[in-house]
């Protein structure tokens, strides 16, 4: 018997590999893959996909926002490259050393406090053992990658900004000082040099063209100046779609990985993506109310004539936006039934006159039912939110259930 939840978050693991298969398909042979799986694998639970992630080897590791995400992988025992993609503070840098969490430098004050940090974690380490040495660069008897020599070589990767005015050094010769200021920093290792693209998932490439160029010159200038061997990555999930030309070395995939696009402008038919998350529920009260009757706070819907009004027990509380008080709809026996009034915090009114519904019945309120699919792309246009955002929100009392 299946059991009956308030709400459930479906999460689709094939629709997830299908989608890396996608991606795979624009991408140059060799070129590796960061799985972006912050905010919890955008609101999908970033441990159960790395779990499934940890074994594809053109997967080089996980990005994550806060270093409480890296450590979430890290007890979960996943033990690829993290790379934290925004600022970390300096009191979690031991920890980042020891567990092989790389930082994103952009200040030379930033290099010289992990560099600091990292030698504390190394000196943690007798010696003796160096041998013993790990991917992490501590001796907890994990796997090794890298030789006892490197072993105090502690990976960072340095962002540069080309047109976000967020973080990174400014591509510019005091940007490039500072750059090699930080390649140069004792105990640390240039691992990667990216950028992030504002506008690549925009028809018009051409301002995510000129960011590329700009960071390829950024790029070619530290090589000119001695650095060598760091990976170069610039894409997202939109110039993985359709900037081939901005591939290098690695790729960023973020919001595809859930079968998301990343705007209205990316081409869907030529580039398939399957949504990953389908939001379920069930009908909990059914009942014939009159015409003239008001529903819900504020009394914003009341009816024209006798309606069949069904209740479900979801709200804003589950992420399921208030935005979407008369407006939006759920499948139910695969057809449209619409919100009636206000969606409180914990349930909501739908119109079932003449569907035949009973209580237990399924409610899809993200996802398919029959030959109709209510889409996030639906969901945030009628709801005022971002599609990001959208599958980010979703609450976290909703049960995430993980299905192939
Ligand atoms: C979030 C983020 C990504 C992923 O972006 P998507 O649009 O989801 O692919 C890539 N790189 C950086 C630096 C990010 O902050």
Redesign the pocket.
């Known amino acids: 018997m299946s059991r009956h939840n308030r709400i459930t978050a479906y999460i689709h693991m094939d629709a997830i590999r299908h989608n890396f298969q996608v991606m795979k398909g624009n991408l140059l042979e060799g070129v590796k893959m960061v799985a972006?799986i912050?905010t919890d694998g955008y609101g999908h639970g970033a441990v159960p996909i790395a779990q499934m992630l940890e074994p594809y080897d053109y997967i080089w590791g996980y990005?994550v926002a806060a270093v409480s995400e890296a450590r979430q992988l890290r007890e979960a025992g996943l033990f690829k490259p993290i790379l934290v993609?925004g600022y970390t503070f300096s009191e979690d840098y031991v920890w980042m050393a020891e567990n092989g969490v790389r930082p994103t430098i952009f200040t030379a004050e930033m290099a010289r406090q992990f560099a600091e940090a990292a030698e504390t974690a190394s000196a943690q380490v007798p010696a003796a053992d160096a041998s013993a040495c790990t991917s992490f660069c501590t001796h907890d008897g994990k796997e090794s990658k890298y030789s006892a020599d490197e072993c105090r070589h502690f990976p960072v990767h340095l962002a540069v900004d080309t047109g976000m005015s967020r973080i990174g050094v400014a591509d510019t010769p005091e940007g490039l000082n500072t750059a090699l200021e930080i390649a140069h920093t004792k105990t640390l290792t240039l691992e990667g040099v990216f950028t992030?693209f504002a506008r690549a998932d925009e028809t018009d490439k051409s301002a995510a063209l000129d960011q590329m160029t700009r960071f390829a010159a950024f790029c070619d200038r530290l090589e000119e100046n001695g650095v060598h061997g760091f990976l170069r990555h610039c894409s997202?999930?939109?110039g993985i779609l359709e900037l081939p030309e901005a591939n290098m070395d690695m790729v960023?995939?973020?919001?595809?990985v859930y079968g998301i696009y990343?705007s209205e402008e990316m081409d869907r038919e030529k580039n398939r993506l399957h949504p990953v998350m389908e939001l379920k529920s069930h009908v909990v009260y059914v009942k014939t109310i009159p015409a003239g009757t008001p529903v819900s706070y504020g009394g914003t819907f009341v009816t024209e004539h006798e309606t069949e009004v069904a209740t479900i027990p979801v709200g804003y509380g589950d992420g399921y936006p208030r935005s979407l008080s008369n407006k939006g709809s759920v499948l139910i026996h695969g057809k449209r039934a619409r919100i009636l009034g206000r969606v409180c915090m914990d349930q909501f009114m739908v119109d079932v006159t003449g569907m035949g519904v009973q209580v237990l019945d399924e409610v899809t309120l993200m996802g398919k039912d029959g030959d109709d699919e209510i889409t996030v792309d639906e969901l945030g246009a009628l709801s005022g939110r971002f599609p990001y955002e959208f599958v980010c929100d979703v609450g976290k009392r909703v049960p995430r259930v993980y299905c192939e």
């Open positions: 972006v912050k990005a993609l992030h997202n999930s939109a960023r995939a973020g919001i595809t990343p």
